[in-house]
Nanobody, 119 residues
Framework: QVQLVESGGSLVQPGGSLRLSCAAS????????MAWYRQGPGAQRELLAQ???????NYADSVKDRFIISRDNAKDTVYLQMNSLKPEDTTVYYC?????????????WGQGTQVTVSS
């Protein structure tokens, strides 16, 4: 019974920052790779960042210099710090989880949290 619950999405001004959180349950959290995706209407989900249980990270080129993924294994929570936000970042952001070090096999998803970047 894996469950992921995102929070932290809101309306922010261009250039502002947000920190998204994703709380996981039903996993041995430190053994799971966590990731953040985003998806707009009619688009595929875009992988933004991923982090293994041991803390190894990878980022999409589009967000590498602006977003930071981190995790607190003691809290079973993964975060996405989003800086220098642009209107183009407006969409729904999703937390994802997969057992192991790769985003393969069964991938579990949260329900998403809306981020809107607008003045």
């Amino acid at each position: 019974q894996v469950q992921l619950v995102e929070s932290g999405g809101s309306l922010v001004q261009p250039g502002g920052s947000l920190r998204l959180s994703c709380a996981a349950s039903g996993t041995i959290f430190e053994l799971w790779t966590m990731a953040w995706y985003r998806q707009g209407p009619g688009a595929q989900r875009e992988l933004l960042a991923q982090i293994t249980g041991g803390g190894n990270t990878n980022y999409a080129d589009s967000v590498k210099d602006r977003f930071i993924i981190s995790r607190d294994n003691a809290k079973d929570t993964v975060y996405l710090q989003m800086n220098s936000l642009k209107p183009e970042d407006t969409t729904v952001y999703y937390c994802a989880a997969a057992k192991g070090v790769l985003l393969v096999g069964d991938i579990y998803w949260g329900q998403g949290t809306q981020v809107t970047v607008s003045s």
